[in-house]
């Protein structure tokens, strides 16, 4: 799988350190790889100082070089429509009122909170929901930042759950981790902690670290969200990131994103949601693209990912079907969107369209109905 880099040894390869340390960051490095359409070169240059690009070497290994609409290469090679007149004009830096009072705290819902452990990730990707951090510089919270948001939580008794995010949260140090891991913890009423990590698929070098692992099985329970958008970024080192993770009893959930150009196509969702059960790895969303300032390009019609929910039902058992969802604008909170399956009704008979084609009539009896 290495591809452009078939000549680097396994030992370095198979090291998260050099994976990050050689992260390809300049117009000039990327070239080396991969010859650049004219709009990708107008693209890096003008997103240089509001949306820059950073992308491991391993991730890198994944694209096509001779396909500018290579899937892989859209989320991860700055193109100038970015910074378009038309697409600056549309979305929202925060569209979802993420920022409050304590930095990196959200707290949307009464029994859960998020936690921004850091600005920096592998990759930079170039439909990022928090595409606002690309120009914060690259920093994890320090233990004072840390410490108050753990005040914060001791504070809310309501709190049973806490999603440690970023940026790329496991990017920090196994030590910064374990710190505030183990503070959360210390707070009785936290029952979960899940962690949001796209680094199974950036660079899932990460999980070969023992260390790490035990950090986490330690801190159980832990559940791990991570976010897989095309079934090209299932790989061997994935999949062996996600059994390490397994193993360890760290169960991993998975959030599509759906994107135009990416996986606009119901063929390469259900390949997606089939590999996504062979390695073990439950999906749970297909999340509608937000609309963040620099990134609503990608976006799709509501129709589209409709047309995707109906293709995937009686294709793919039902644990491999992710609920459709839009993130509501001024975090007013997600809401599924699903196909109608209810043609009419007349008393308690019903008309259903079947995914398997025709119509089925089915009655409610007496002891049924409410």
């Given at each position: ?228 958008n095309h079934p090209r970024e299932i790989t061997e080192e994935s999949a062996e990131a996600v059994e390490r993770l397994l193993r360890h009893g760290v169960p991993v959930n998975n959030q599509t994103v759906l994107l135009k150009g990416v996986n606009d196509n119901p063929e390469v969702v259900l390949k997606l949601m ?97």
């Amino acid at each position: 799988m290495r591809g452009l880099f078939r000549d680097v040894k396994t030992e370095l390869w198979r090291s998260y350190h050099w994976q990050i340390q050689n992260r390809i960051k300049t117009k000039e490095e990327l070239k080396r790889y991969i010859r650049l359409t004219p709009e990708e070169e107008e693209g890096i240059d003008k997103t240089y100082s509001l949306y820059p690009m950073a992308i491991t070497p391993y991730y890198l290994s994944l694209i096509d070089p001779e396909d500018p609409q290579d899937p892989i290469r859209l989320q991860a090679v700055p193109r100038a429509v970015e910074v378009d007149e038309k697409v600056q004009a549309l979305g929202e830096p925060d569209p979802f009122k993420e920022e409050g009072s304590i930095p990196g705290l959200t707290h949307r819902y009464p029994d859960r909170v998020l936690f921004t452990l850091t600005t920096f990730c592998a990759v930079y990707c170039r439909h990022c929901m928090r595409k606002r951090i690309f120009q914060e510089g690259e920093r994890a919270r320090t233990k004072e930042e840390i410490d108050r948001f753990v005040e914060y939580l001791k504070s809310r008794e309501e709190v049973r759950e806490v999603l440690l995010s970023g940026g790329e949260p496991l990017s920090v140090s196994n030590e910064k981790l374990n710190y505030v891991l183990s503070k959360i913890r210390e707070v009785s009423h936290v029952e979960v902690i899940r962690i949001g990590t796209r680094l199974p698929v950036l660079a899932p070098q990460r999980f070969f670290d023992d260390e790490l692992l035990g950090i986490l099985e330690r801190h159980s329970p832990i559940w791990i969200n991570t976010h897989f958008n095309h079934p090209r970024e299932i790989t061997e080192e994935s999949a062996e990131a996600v059994e390490r993770l397994l193993r360890h009893g760290v169960p991993v959930n998975n959030q599509t994103v759906l994107l135009k150009g990416v996986n606009d196509n119901p063929e390469v969702v259900l390949k997606l949601m089939r590999e996504l059960l062979r390695i073990k790895v439950r999906p749970v969303y297909l999340f509608h693209c937000d609309p963040v300032k620099g990134a609503v390009h990608f976006r799709t019609s509501l129709e589209k990912g409709l047309e995707i929910m109906e293709y995937l039902r009686g294709k793919i058992s039902g644990m491999g079907i992710p609920t459709y969802a839009v993130d509501l604008p001024g975090g007013k909170g997600k809401v599924p969107v699903s196909p109608n399956y209810i043609v009419k009704r007349e008393g308690q008979t019903y008309l259903f369209r079947s995914p398997l084609d025709g119509f089925v009539e089915y009655t409610i009896c007496d002891a049924e109905a409410p």
